[in-house]
């Protein structure tokens, strides 16, 4: 880490910056325009957002996408329709009978659903959770009833990305086994993998690469504080090294107290509280301190004024009443607001939790699969009509996670893994595909050696997180340069940046 040069200078650099941290973070002038060659480039007239939908606790993988191959089926029962309570799904097909309740179990697990990528891996057939693939309940009418999440599969803005994990370089199974090169530190680890993600570092780590890639468009936003925006408190992966956080809540952004309320009811109170805090001062400390919390409080004003200034009337009555629905929502509020905060370049970050099945596997992960296919089914529709205006090209959603967990069932759940799949959905996205080579899984029993397995159906990723994120950074709009430096690890899979995306094709 650079030491800090306590010159008044470098002081007041810093404290410009620090305005835009925390609940109410505010706008900043800072010139951004040298930091990558992205941002060198004439100011776009265009909009583009990445949004991060992340799911805290390790997705089950094998539950979410399967594959129904008859040898991938049979190694998938075999690990996973354990007595006495099996955790396996039940095979698309309604010719194939059910299987054999577990104990205390009252009705058969669900049915996975096929669904039909436009390329063929090797013969091979795939399926989602069922509750992937079920319309939203909270659609009655209309022409979006009966749509799911599959639905947007079906009509090409929602691929599949096979087997992403941490990877410091291309790695072999036996080079895993010889621990021969550099592999991310503290694998399994909840804390270490979710920063490893977020920032391709352990717990730690100071920026993530959400924010790096807001770095270099910041000076691109008429007001580079709106540029990273979480609606999940603090999260690594939207600091940049000038670029911090904005967090709002659902219900929009958090004031300072008392600034814009009675204290202890009494607006005369808070009418003297606001020149104490905002006014100049002749100490330098407290003069900079004013300085951030009036910024702070203008930004939350223009904030206000986006998420109650946006009418996404016309889908309330179809949108899901969950946690992750309304952090979409607000994400939707924001972007059609983008007139009012003059954004060109939008990171967000939105999450969900629960996902640390080590038991009750196929309900707790089935109402998790319920409400991320509810949610993103309605956020596809929200951008269709945005103010009148179809966004969806302009914003690409993806999902992110700890981990993947264990195809082997530890009795009715499934433990800490590693590779998992994930899903890329908006306008942009080449979809109705899964990218990068789907995992084999499980053992045939007669002397199969699993490349993919590093043991428990621990997968060995296929596409590094790096490349994962340098396929969002490049739609993004960020050079093949500056993707080689956001993603630092990026060189270990390729020569330039283009070599290094490797099965990560899945923008336009």
Not at 14 to 33: D, Q
Not at 333 to 358: C, E, L, P, W
Request: with cysteine; hydrophobic share 40%; charged share 15%.
């Amino acid at each position: 880490m650079k030491l800090m040069n306590q010159s008044r200078r470098e002081f007041l650099r810093t404290a410009a910056t620090l305005s835009a941290v925390g609940p109410a973070g505010a706008g900043f002038a800072l010139n951004l325009a040298g930091i990558g060659a992205a941002a060198a480039q004439t100011a776009q007239n265009d909009y583009k957002a990445l949004v991060c939908l992340f799911m805290f606790g390790g997705n089950d993988y094998a539950n979410t996408v399967l594959a129904h191959d008859v040898p991938s089926w049979s190694r998938y029962l075999a690990a996973r329709d354990i007595q006495p309570d099996p955790v396996a799904l039940n095979h698309p097909d309604p010719a194939v009978p059910l299987r054999a309740l577990g104990t205390g179990q009252t009705m058969a697990p669900p049915r996975a659903v096929a669904i039909a990528p436009n390329t063929v891996q090797s013969g091979r057939l795939f399926s989602l959770h069922p509750n992937l693939a079920v319309a939203n309940p909270a659609v009655t009418t209309g022409p979006a009833l009966g749509r799911s999440m599959k639905s947007v599969f079906d009509e090409g803005r929602l691929a599949i990305a096979a087997n992403v994990g941490p990877l410091i370089a291309a790695t072999t199974k036996a080079q895993y086994n010889a621990r021969s090169v550099p592999l991310p530190p503290r694998l399994f680890s909840h804390n270490d993998q979710q920063s490893t993600w977020m920032a391709f570092g352990p717990e730690g780590a100071a920026t993530g690469w959400g924010g790096r890639l807001g770095d270099l468009f910041a000076a691109t936003n008429a007001d580079p504080v709106f540029t990273s925006i979480s609606l999940a408190g603090n999260q690594v992966w939207l600091n940049g090294q000038r670029v911090f956080q904005y967090q709002i809540g659902t219900g929009g952004p958090v004031q300072i107290a008392g600034l814009n309320s009675p204290i202890f009811g009494s607006s005369g109170a808070s009418a003297v509280l606001r020149p104490l805090t905002m006014d100049g001062s002749a100490h330098l400390v407290e003069r900079e301190i004013a300085k951030v919390t009036k910024r702070s409080d203008e930004a939350r004003t223009v904030m206000n004024a986006v998420v109650n200034g946006t009418a996404l009337g016309q889908l309330a009555a179809g949108r899901p009443g969950t946690g992750i629905a309304s952090q979409l929502a607000a994400v939707a509020q924001i972007i059609a607001g983008r007139g009012t905060t003059g954004a060109k370049r939008q990171v967000f970050f939105v999450s969900m939790g629960g996902f640390d099945n080590h038991d009750l596997l196929n309900t707790g992960h089935g109402n998790l699969m319920r409400q991320l296919g509810d949610a993103l089914e309605w956020f596809d529709r929200a951008l269709a009509n945005l103010g009148g205006v179809d966004m969806r090209a302009n914003v690409t959603t993806f999902t992110a996670s700890d981990f993947g967990r264990t195809l082997t069932s530890n009795g009715d759940g499934s433990d800490h893994g590693w590779g998992g799949h994930h899903f890329v959905m908006g306008g942009a996205v080449r979809g109705k595909d899964v990218y990068g080579r789907f995992p084999e899984i499980g053992s045939s029993g007669n002397g199969y050696s699993n490349p993919d397995d590093v043991g428990q159906g621990r997968l060995l990723p296929g596409m590094a997180v790096d490349q994962y994120a340098a396929a969002l950074g490049r739609w993004f709009g960020a050079s093949d340069t500056d993707l080689m430096t956001v993603m630092p690890n990026l060189k270990n899979f390729g020569s330039s940046a283009t070599q290094a995306l490797g099965p990560a094709s899945f923008m336009a």
